[in-house]
Structures are given as C-alpha cells and as structure tokens.
C-alpha cells in the first residue's frame, strides 16, 4: 500500500502482528501457598477473630504470624492486616484523628478510594497537582493548597516510585500536618534507604491479586507510632464494642468495622513475603531492558528513578510528546495494541474530575459533606485545579502494566520490537496517509 514489504507493513493497517502469542497472567503462586492454604483449611480456623475484647481480638495465628513477618521485613514498630488496601485507607485516615469538615491534601493521580477514604469520616478531599517525572505528589502544589482546615496529607507512591518524602515531611512538621502514605504499588521501593510507606504516620501496601504481594484481597498497614496502631486493630475490628473493656480513653472515630483478613490470606501472605525482593527484581530486571531498547525512540520519555530512590514498578510509566512523534497518541495506543502489546493504557484517573467531586454528592442527594456546615469553605474540584496531572492524563501519558502479566526476556523483546516496529513506520499513522486507506 505505501511500497514496504507486508512484514513492515503495521498491523493497524492490514500488516502482521509482531507478537503473535497472548501472555501468561501475572501469578506468583506455587506449590508452597498452596500447601500454607491447604493446612490452614485442614486446621478447620479460617479466621481467629472475636468482635469482642478477648485473647482473639487480635486475630489468629496466621494473622499473627504474618504481622510479626511484616514488621520485621518492612523495619517498623506496628504492621496491621486488613481485608483490603481500600479498608486499610479508611481506617488510617480515622486512626489519625481526622474531624468532619477537616481538609485532606490528596493527589488526584491514583485510584478512587485514596481520596474516598477522606470522605467516609466526613473530611474533604483538596486535589494537589503530580509531578511531571515521577506522577506523585507535587510538594509546591501541596504547599499552596494549605488552609486553616488542613490536617493531613494523603501521599501515594504511585506505580511503584516513592513521593519526596523529605519535601513532605518537611510540609507537614511546618504546618502540623499528618502524613498518610498510600504506597499500595510500591512494596520493597526505597526512599534514602528506607522502604516506602514507612516515612509517615502511616503507610502500607495493597495484597490485591495483581500487586507484587498477591493474596487475593487485602492490605498492610505499617506504623511506629503505638498509639495510630491500636487504634487501627480497634477500627477493623468493631471498635465501639471494645473500647470501654479496653479502657480507651480517646473514642473518637471508634466506629469499628469488620476489616479483618483471614487465615488462608495472612497464610498465603507469609509465602509471598518471602518472594518479593525477587518478584521486584524480576520487575526491575524488565525495567531496565525496556529502558535500554526505547530509549532511541524520539518523542517517547521511559520513566525516571530520582537520586537515592530505587523503583518497585508497578506499571511503567512513559509520555509520548505528539509534536515531536508528529502523531496523536491514541493513534500511537491503537497501533501498539494491534501489534500485540497488552497491558497498555493512556488513561489514568483523574479523581478530582469524577461525578461526585464534579457534582459535589456523596452521602444522600443534598450534598454532604460540602453543603453542610462543616465544609467551612468552597473547595474548587473544576478541571484546570490540577493541570500537570490533566495534561498527563490528556496529552501525554502511556502506561505499561509490569505487573499484569509473566513476562520473559523474549517477551520483552516482542514489545520492544513492536515499539520500534511503529516507531519506524510513523509516516502510515499521520493523518492524510490514514485518510488514504479508509
């Protein structure tokens, strides 16, 4: 059609995929979480819990054992099991104290429960913009979101690469703020030498099925303050019923649930642990020959790993500059995908641009929280508030989901070879060329 061979020819067009076999899901498990599982069925205690106070509030010994597992691993005083990440948000945010009407500084560049999370206690979520290289929180942006009603900032270690805790910290201390680290895609990553998620008040990881540690569902809170950490065993385990037994003198945000992880998870979870400095490393490992075989691409950044921090990879993160490629990155995506690489999306949420922030509903048809009394000013959710992490999400970005499937040095090879394959033949994807085949 254009005078190249059929073999160069782009899939989108008419011409063969470069990969032409589907991927192999991302599963971690083996022989020894299945015999941890079966024992713990054949013991007959799926969970150890008792919604009462009693030797079991805490759990049972799996739960037990995995906690003390964490702790040790992660170097931190207080490690806390939830049935999910999304649990573990909403019990942190009310272990720190946070009041009705309070303000959260959260990043509009993660998954929808971060920000939720604040508004289950009735607190409001203010929308900092990202940094342009790494998609975490900007420290200047959260700096001018401060208000009188700021008490905490909700930090996520987005796709596997830590904030700049030290910029943060640093805000939070001037400001007598609380810091909340979500660091549910970053397990193992390190910041000065520290893991992610352990720099703040309280931080943790997710356990969710495609995340590096897979135990279904479920999540880890990480603390070393004693305080935060009783109070996060006493929210995932109906708090209210508890308290005046255990002698708790301060009952606000006592209001329990049952976000307790069981048995067979916590079981599964001691096995995992045991795997993911090599479960990282193998993410790395592709990292590293993704960077090397991209990195000649004209128009396409390959992700960046700051000074004195090390990357855990989740998904990778590339921008395609549509000036420089001189073709529109959906057009880029569609032709990607026709050659056979998965996992790629060029969308990513904007939370701050969702219906219920949009609308301002949450609770009811009225408007609560923002049209009470406790929401003591207008907070701005309108498109423009965030525009790094807008554009990111309009313009620029290309996402890669290390995570979603088992990937070989062959395999990797393949998507590099398709990257370059549609690279070579950008001339077929500009416009008028397009027009031409329809």
Not at 183 to 207: E, V
Request: net charge neutral.
């Amino acid at each position: 059609m254009n005078g190249q061979p059929q073999n160069s020819q782009l899939a989108l067009l008419g011409g063969k995929k470069t990969i032409k076999k589907e991927f192999a899901r991302y599963n971690p498990l083996g022989l020894e979480e299945v015999e941890a599982a079966k024992k713990v069925v054949e013991s007959g205690v799926l969970s150890g819990f008792l919604g009462r106070w009693h030797p079991d509030f805490f759990g049972g010994p799996k739960v037990q054992e995995f906690e003390r597992m964490c702790e040790t691993y992660f170097g931190v005083k207080h490690a806390v099991t939830v049935n999910s990440w999304t649990s573990g948000l909403v019990a942190a945010v009310g272990a720190i104290g946070i009041e009705p009407g309070d303000e959260v500084i959260v990043s509009p560049w993660t998954m929808s429960a971060t920000a939720t999370a604040i508004l289950h206690w009735n607190a409001i979520p203010v929308f900092a913009d990202i940094e342009p290289e790494t998609f975490c929180l900007d420290p200047a942006s959260v700096e001018r979101n401060i208000t009188p009603y700021t008490k905490a900032i909700l930090s996520v270690d987005i796709a596997g690469h830590s904030a700049d805790m030290d910029a943060l910290l640093g805000i939070a201390k001037r400001h007598n703020l609380k810091i909340i680290s979500d660091t549910a895609q970053a397990p193992m990553a390190t910041y000065k030498g520290r893991y992610a998620g352990t720099l703040a008040d309280i931080g943790g990881f997710s356990l969710n099925y495609h995340k590096h540690i897979h135990t279904g569902e479920g999540g880890i809170l990480v603390t070393n303050d004693d305080e935060f950490a009783d109070r996060l065993r006493l929210i995932r385990n109906h708090a209210e019923v508890v308290v005046e037994e255990k002698g708790v003198a301060n009952i606000s945000n006592m209001i329990g649930y049952n976000f307790r992880l069981g048995e067979i998870e916590c079981a599964i979870g001691i096995e995992q642990l045991k795997k993911l400095k090599t479960q990282v490393k193998s993410r790395q490992h592709i990292a590293q020959k993704l960077n090397k075989g991209l990195a000649d691409l004209k128009g396409l950044t390959v992700p960046i790993v700051k000074p004195n921090c090390t990357h855990a990879y989740y998904v990778y993160t590339m921008k395609i500059n549509s000036e420089i490629t001189g073709v529109d990155r959906l057009t880029i995506h569609k032709a990607l995908l026709a050659e056979g690489v998965t996992a790629l999306a060029i969308k990513y949420e904007n939370i701050h641009l969702l219906p219920m922030y949009q609308k301002k509903i949450a609770y009811g048809t009225k408007g609560f929280p923002w049209s009470s009394d406790i929401c003591r000013r207008n907070v701005n959710y309108a498109k423009g508030i965030c525009p790094v992490a807008e554009e990111m999400n309009d313009r620029y970005f290309l996402g890669f989901g290390i995570c979603s499937f088992e990937y070989s040095d062959s395999d990797i090879d393949l998507v590099i070879k398709a990257f370059h394959k549609v690279w070579d033949n950008l001339i077929q994807l500009k416009q008028p060329f397009l027009e031409r085949c329809t």
